[in-house]
């Protein structure tokens, strides 16, 4: 991974249209950061590297969103969530494939990187949500 690849949630998106869930690992203290940023928030360095993590983890919470942003309203009623991947990073997102009587906290999840794929207008950035596996 080129060491000119911006930290950026831009970038972050770029690697998701790769089928890549992708972090900022510091190169000072190893803290790795999920979405990346550009300062450690463990030691302030500002060097880090790429690297892909798994895109397997469990539920730990989540909401029902029934009244949504205007590009997200024909989606209404959906499951938002955020989800503890294998290393312990967590990660928010959509999640769809689970009935709301079947969702609580601990179900196995997996990033998904066709199933949210809708046209819309902002953001820009290919969309990403969780599936069971």
């Known amino acids: 991974m080129s ?7 831009e970038q972050f998106y770029k690697f998701m249209s790769e089928g890549k869930v992708m972090a900022a690992k510091c190169r000072k203290c190893g803290k790795i950061h999920l979405p990346p940023r550009p300062i450690c928030d463990n030691c302030y360095a500002q060097e880090f590297s790429w690297t ?3 895109g397997k983890g469990k539920l730990l919470t989540y909401t029902i ?13 959906y499951p938002v969530g955020i989800v ?3 290393n312990g990073l967590r990660l928010p997102g ?3 494939g689970v ?3 079947q969702l609580k ?7 998904d990187f066709e199933a949210c794929n809708t046209n819309q207008t902002w953001p ?3 969309r990403y949500c969780f599936k069971p596996p």
Request: avoid cysteine; glycine fraction near 2%; hydrophobic fraction near 45%.
């Open 105 to 111: 906290a601990g179900i196995e999840l997996t990033v």
């Open 99 to 101: 009935a709301e009587a």
């Open 94 to 96: 959509m999640i769809s």
């Open 52 to 54: 892909e993590v798994s």
């Open 3 to 9: 060491s000119q690849t911006p930290f950026t949630i």
């Open 84 to 86: 503890q991947l294998e």
């Open 65 to 77: 969103i029934h009244v949504a942003p205007p590009q997200f309203q024909p989606l209404v009623p």
């Open 124 to 126: 820009q950035w290919r």
